[in-house]
């Protein structure tokens, strides 16, 4: 499918003073832009290396987004000084996420020429999945009164080839998590040598006596040849009843593994049970896994 994009561009002259306006709008992903006395040759957004017009994301993906060729800066000794703030609203409208000035630290201003700026957003807590939200992009002239805006809509997703199953129990989130890269595994692809944590947040239902929790935590991994790989009966064993403090169980508990020196047939199917030790709640978390690379 094309990339089809609106673009209208305004000319005004009030008051003997002539400025311009300009709004661009990708009709795909939502991006709109406008601009007053700064321009910009082209707003769109990146993932993997790619440009990409989405407007829905899997929880932990990041995006980036490239104003590329902007122009209409008030130029002091051959640099010019943007400011570029960042705000993450929810479906209610509240801002839940602000970045004030991403370009603060150029206090000498920014003299390459074309100029382009850019912003990366991870989409993680305080963003969750199962939600909607705008992002808001406000770049400023620090020496002018040049402004550009783009916002667009989007939707965070649950990762879908992770499989959860509560059992008198709830939670917010459940993702992989790479220890190597300090990032949320969005695709689920991973490398030898790497700590990988499959996480949950949010977990309640388990039973609290004085506020403590006995949870178990069990750990399987058999690769694509029926080859056992992790096999991990209760990595609380060694924990007795006044060791896990509920609200901390509760704000994250996890599992994780490192893969190294062995023989191993793509992909790796993990299979996590979190089960209370005092009632019969339970989550179970089922996801496929490949190892990117061989041994090293």
């Given amino acids: 499918m094309k990339k089809a994009l609106l673009i209208i561009w305004i000319p005004v002259i009030l008051s003997g003073c002539k400025f311009s306006r300009s709004v661009e709008k990708d ?9 007053r006395d700064i321009t910009c040759e082209d707003v769109y957004l990146e993932m993997y290396g790619e440009k990409t017009s989405r407007n829905s994301f899997t929880y932990g993906e990041t995006f980036f987004i490239y104003f590329n060729d902007i122009k209409g800066f008030a130029s002091e000794n051959g640099s010019v000084f943007p400011g570029l703030e960042l705000n993450i609203m929810d479906s209610n409208g509240d801002t839940i996420l602000r970045a004030e000035d991403l370009y603060e630290g150029y206090a000498d201003g920014i003299s390459f020429s074309p100029l ?3 912003s990366d957003l991870t989409l993680a807590d305080p963003i969750h999945s199962g939600g909607k939200y705008k992002a808001a992009f406000h770049i400023w002239d ?8 783009s916002e667009f809509e989007f939707e965070v997703v649950e990762n879908k080839k992770i499989t959860v199953k509560p059992k008198n129990t709830s939670y917010t989130e459940v993702y992989l998590f790479s220890q190597a890269y300090n990032r949320v595994v969005a695709d689920n692809v991973i490398e030898f040598d790497d700590n990988i944590f499959i996480i949950a947040e949010g977990l309640k239902g388990f039973s609290e006596e004085n506020g403590k929790v006995s949870p178990g935590i ?3 991994g058999t690769d694509s040849k029926g080859n056992v790989i992790l096999s991990y009966d209760d990595l609380f064993a060694d924990y007795n009843d006044s060791e896990i403090d509920a609200s901390e169980f509760s704000t994250r508990v996890s599992a994780n593994f490192r893969l190294t020196g062995m023989e191993f047939n793509n992909p790796l199917q993990c299979v996590v049970r979190i089960w209370d030790k005092k009632s019969n709640a339970s989550l179970t978390i089922s996801t496929g896994i490949t190892v990117n690379s061989m041994i090293k």
């Fill in 116 to 118: 382009v700026l850019s």
């Fill in 27 to 35: 009709l795909i992903s939502g991006l709109t832009s406008t601009g």
């Fill in 218 to 220: 069990q750990l399987k």
């Fill in 142 to 149: 620090k020496k002018g009164s040049g402004t550009f805006n």
